[in-house]
């Protein structure tokens, strides 16, 4: 598995990109409060309580709150050091690169991963790697949620709190990506992000 942690970070368009985001963390924590509050309790309420959910990608922690407020067990990992410290408020966060979640913690440790938004930086290729490591650290039939951007087109933008790189993808095309990571495709909700609800392996 290739070592990200040890790249040069300038040569790096996810670690550019995350790194944005401490110049207006608390402004982001703000401006995302109250998005997804159904899907999360969609997802807390697809598994036993109390089940061990990771928040792959947690940003500044809202989900994992929520989760914990659910009667879940919750973790986090960011790259962005700033939403890691802000995390940890909430539930048990490190700081990881999605790249090498599946070094980080033994197969099978978890009964759901939560994915929203965080592969949104990843080339396609690093996300079908992602979502490999995803299939081994989940239990038998465990869940995952993972959404991705639909529209627009992949490369930089520029957006008002900066510049990141974002990975467009065609819907069809990323349910297929979930499926050939070891998956079943339970659900999927089309938008601007194309939402996949999966089961992994029984």
Request: charged content about 20%; proline content about 5%.
């Amino acid at each position: 598995m290739t070592s990200y942690s040890s790249k040069d970070p300038s040569s790096d368009p996810v670690a550019q990109s995350v790194a944005v985001y401490s110049d207006s963390a608390h402004d982001y924590a703000a401006t995302h409060a109250t998005k997804m509050s159904a899907a999360v309790e969609r997802f807390a309420d697809s598994l036993p309580k109390p089940s061990l959910i990771l928040d792959a990608g947690c940003g500044p922690g809202r989900d994992l709150a929520r989760f914990c407020a659910q009667g879940h067990v919750a973790r986090g990992i960011d790259l962005n050091p700033m939403f890691v410290d802000m995390a940890n408020a909430h539930a048990p966060t490190s700081q990881c690169d999605l790249r090498e979640i599946g070094d980080r913690f033994p197969a099978g440790t978890f009964d759901g991963i939560w994915a929203a938004a965080s592969l949104v930086h990843l080339r396609e290729a690093e996300t079908a790697e992602v979502l490999g490591q995803f299939a081994r650290l989940l239990r038998p039939c465990g869940r995952l949620y993972a959404c991705v951007r639909a529209t627009g087109r992949s490369g930089w933008l520029d957006e008002p709190d900066g510049r990141r790189w974002y990975t467009v993808w065609d819907g069809d095309t990323f349910v297929d990506c979930v499926a050939h990571a070891g998956f079943e495709v339970t659900r999927v909700d089309r938008g601007p992000f194309v939402e996949v609800w999966a089961t992994g392996g029984c």
